[in-house]
């Protein structure tokens, strides 16, 4: 059984930081592809980076510079590093890796 739980949402002010973890069950971690997708109240799920097996790493426009994802095979867990936070990046927060499986998301928000 696939599982994917993600952790360490929460509320921050303007032009603060948090990290983002998900750790990945039931698959074969370090052979697939992980992204990270979020979504805003009353919008569509939206992607905000990925990394490779081989690390490679690619980034929606809205977060470069800003985000950095990683990844730890050795304890099957991809991160999201999130700085510089602004109101706008305020959502729910999922993992999904190569073969489609979702986590059941995190909250983020942005806010004085």
């Known amino acids: 059984q696939v599982q994917l739980v993600e952790s360490g949402g929460g509320l921050v002010q303007p032009g603060g930081s948090l990290k983002l973890s998900c750790e990945a069950s039931g698959i074969m971690f370090r052979i697939y592809a992980m992204s990270w997708y979020r979504q805003a109240p009353g919008k569509q799920r939206e992607f905000v980076a990925t990394?490779?097996?081989?690390?490679?790493?690619n980034y929606a426009d809205s977060v470069k510079g800003r985000f950095t994802i990683s990844r730890d095979n050795a304890k099957n867990t991809v991160y999201l590093q999130m700085n510089s936070l602004k109101p706008d990046d305020t959502a729910v927060y999922y993992c999904?890796?190569?073969?489609?499986?979702w986590g059941q998301g995190t909250q983020v928000t942005v806010s004085s």
């Open positions: 999904k890796n190569q073969l489609a499986y």
């Open positions: 990394i490779g097996s081989d690390s490679a790493t």
